[in-house]
């Protein structure tokens, strides 16, 4: 399996300013024919489901706000929220889909300091 | 607009089977994507069960493939999972996904059920 670990477990950060959460997969999520990391964020808000941001490592979904972005490649992945912002509040998980069985980091905690 | 929706017991016993069934809504299920389950254990993060895709052919989590069947009922347009034999450590948020395959994530989610397993 392709174990996904997720630094820091949690962080608090200001109203307006940015955090960072990193995901690191146990092997490379690269496709080396297409260039395309196999990688998505999550977003989980308390008592909800989660909700897809972002394909691709860096792709953002129809919908989610340009505050949001993923980079990285390989084994190394980036989502950074710039301007936090009071509804950003929860918990994000990356999640690779470059093989079977589909793996989930174990989440970062994200609150307002 | 795909909406799914899980439904089954909310209390199972030890030993039991737990069996539920996510209807999707909005479009069909014989479609070139996955249906998935993913649960949640109480304050925890997320496990993936498996998927079963338009084919039929189904994946699942090696840790519970002994246990798992995911099944698919084009007929209702519903898709389902059982799970044998189960124990307290089953007890968890069951989700419904629509996956993406190898064109990405889970793009649409159930909005979850919660399975208690206790006598």
């Known amino acids: 399996d392709i174990v996904m670990t997720q630094s820091p477990d949690s962080l608090a950060v200001s109203l307006g300013e940015r955090a960072t959460i990193n995901c690191k997969s146990s092997q490379s999520i690269l496709d080396s024919s297409n260039k395309n990391n196999f990688l998505a964020w999550y977003q989980q808000k308390p008592g909800q489901p989660p909700r897809l941001l972002i394909n691709?490592?860096?792709t953002r979904e129809s919908g989610v706000p340009d505050r949001f972005s993923g980079s990285g490649s390989g084994t190394d992945f980036t989502l950074t929220i710039s301007g936090l912002q009071a509804e950003d509040v929860a918990v994000y998980y990356c999640q690779q889909y470059y093989t079977t069985p589909r793996t989930f980091g174990q989440g970062t905690k994200v609150e307002i300091k | 607009q795909v909406q799914l929706q899980e439904s089954g017991p909310g209390l199972v016993k030890p030993s039991q089977t737990l069996s539920l069934t996510c209807t999707v809504f909005?479009?069909?299920?014989?479609?070139?994507?996955?249906w998935s389950w993913i649960r949640q254990h109480p304050g925890k993060g997320l496990e993936w069960i498996g998927y079963i895709n338009d084919t039929g052919r189904t994946y699942y989590n090696p840790s519970l493939k002994s246990r798992v069947t995911i099944s698919l009922d084009t007929s209702t347009n519903q898709f389902s999972l059982r799970l044998t034999s189960v124990t307290a450590a089953d007890t968890a948020v069951y989700y419904c996904t629509r996956d993406l395959g190898l064109v990405g994530g889970m793009d649409v989610w159930g909005h979850g059920t919660t399975v208690t397993v206790s006598s």
């Open positions: 909005g479009g069909s299920i014989r479609s070139l994507y996955y």
């Open positions: 691709w490592a860096s």
